[in-house]
Protein backbone atom coordinates (compact mmCIF):
# COMPACT_ATOMS: atom_id res chain seq x y z
CA UNK A 1 0.00 0.00 0.00
CA UNK A 2 1.50 3.35 -0.80
CA UNK A 3 0.86 6.27 1.04
CA UNK A 4 0.18 9.82 0.11
CA UNK A 5 3.46 12.21 0.73
CA UNK A 6 1.15 15.36 3.16
CA UNK A 7 0.28 17.92 1.39
CA UNK A 8 2.11 20.73 2.98
CA UNK A 9 0.96 23.56 1.88
CA UNK A 10 -2.47 22.51 2.60
CA UNK A 11 -1.51 22.23 6.26
CA UNK A 12 0.13 25.23 6.78
CA UNK A 13 -2.23 26.98 4.61
CA UNK A 14 -5.20 26.06 7.19
CA UNK A 15 -2.80 26.86 10.04
CA UNK A 16 -1.92 29.84 8.47
CA UNK A 17 -5.38 31.88 10.20
CA UNK A 18 -5.42 32.15 14.45
CA UNK A 19 -9.10 31.16 14.85
CA UNK A 20 -7.54 27.67 13.62
CA UNK A 21 -4.61 27.51 15.24
CA UNK A 22 -7.36 28.29 18.63
CA UNK A 23 -9.45 25.10 17.13
CA UNK A 24 -6.96 23.10 16.73
CA UNK A 25 -5.52 23.96 20.63
CA UNK A 26 -8.95 23.68 21.79
CA UNK A 27 -9.55 20.28 20.06
CA UNK A 28 -6.76 18.15 21.81
CA UNK A 29 -8.11 16.32 24.09
CA UNK A 30 -11.41 18.00 23.75
CA UNK A 31 -14.81 16.28 23.74
CA UNK A 32 -16.34 20.09 22.32
CA UNK A 33 -18.38 19.50 19.10
CA UNK A 34 -18.37 22.15 16.67
CA UNK A 35 -21.56 24.04 18.57
CA UNK A 36 -19.21 24.05 21.32
CA UNK A 37 -16.22 25.48 19.77
CA UNK A 38 -18.38 27.98 18.38
CA UNK A 39 -19.27 29.52 21.58
CA UNK A 40 -15.55 30.58 21.83
CA UNK A 41 -15.44 33.35 19.16
CA UNK A 42 -17.02 36.24 18.00
CA UNK A 43 -18.14 34.80 14.54
CA UNK A 44 -21.33 32.98 13.52
CA UNK A 45 -21.71 29.31 14.07
CA UNK A 46 -21.19 29.26 9.88
CA UNK A 47 -17.99 30.77 9.78
CA UNK A 48 -17.32 28.37 12.67
CA UNK A 49 -17.92 25.67 10.78
CA UNK A 50 -16.01 26.67 7.60
CA UNK A 51 -12.83 26.76 9.77
CA UNK A 52 -13.37 23.42 10.44
CA UNK A 53 -14.33 22.21 7.41
CA UNK A 54 -10.67 24.07 5.87
CA UNK A 55 -9.00 22.11 9.24
CA UNK A 56 -10.53 18.98 8.03
CA UNK A 57 -9.76 19.10 4.70
CA UNK A 58 -6.18 19.92 5.63
CA UNK A 59 -6.27 16.59 7.59
CA UNK A 60 -5.38 18.62 10.94
CA UNK A 61 -8.57 17.89 12.84
CA UNK A 62 -10.79 15.34 12.86
CA UNK A 63 -14.95 14.98 13.71
CA UNK A 64 -16.52 11.67 15.09
CA UNK A 65 -20.27 11.46 15.53
CA UNK A 66 -21.06 10.62 19.31
CA UNK A 67 -24.77 10.25 18.94
CA UNK A 68 -26.22 13.73 18.09
CA UNK A 69 -22.86 15.25 18.55
CA UNK A 70 -20.32 15.84 16.19
CA UNK A 71 -16.73 15.88 18.28
CA UNK A 72 -13.82 17.64 16.93
CA UNK A 73 -10.41 16.11 17.88
CA UNK A 74 -6.73 17.47 16.65
CA UNK A 75 -5.09 14.93 14.49
CA UNK A 76 -1.96 14.76 16.34
CA UNK A 77 -0.29 12.68 13.97
CA UNK A 78 -0.72 15.44 11.47
CA UNK A 79 0.68 18.04 13.68
CA UNK A 80 3.70 15.43 14.25
CA UNK A 81 4.22 15.87 10.26
CA UNK A 82 4.04 19.48 10.27
CA UNK A 83 6.97 19.75 13.30
CA UNK A 84 8.74 17.12 10.98
CA UNK A 85 9.26 19.76 8.62
CA UNK A 86 10.02 22.42 10.49
CA UNK A 87 12.19 20.43 12.39
CA UNK A 88 13.88 19.86 8.85
CA UNK A 89 13.95 23.94 8.30
CA UNK A 90 15.63 24.40 11.63
CA UNK A 91 18.88 21.53 11.01
CA UNK A 92 19.19 23.13 7.56
CA UNK A 93 19.43 26.69 9.15
CA UNK A 94 21.15 25.97 11.89
CA UNK A 95 23.86 24.52 9.59
CA UNK A 96 23.77 27.69 7.78
CA UNK A 97 24.32 29.65 10.05
CA UNK A 98 27.13 27.64 11.90
CA UNK A 99 28.66 27.66 8.41
CA UNK A 100 28.46 31.51 8.54
CA UNK A 101 29.80 31.60 11.88
CA UNK A 102 32.93 29.76 11.09
CA UNK A 103 33.66 31.58 8.32
CA UNK A 104 33.27 35.04 10.04
CA UNK A 105 35.68 33.53 12.62
CA UNK A 106 38.20 32.87 9.85
CA UNK A 107 37.96 35.81 8.34
CA UNK A 108 38.75 37.78 11.62
CA UNK A 109 41.82 35.28 12.18
CA UNK A 110 43.16 36.21 9.18
CA UNK A 111 42.76 40.19 9.78
CA UNK A 112 44.88 39.62 12.61
CA UNK A 113 47.76 37.98 11.34
Known amino acids: MQIAPPNYDRMFGALADATRRDIVRRA?????????????YPMSFAAVQKHVAILERAGMITKERIGRRKVVRTNLEALRI????????????????????????????????
Do not use: N, P
Open 28 to 40: IGSDEGVAELAEH
Open 82 to 113: ARGLLDQYEELWRGRISRMTALVAQDLREEDK
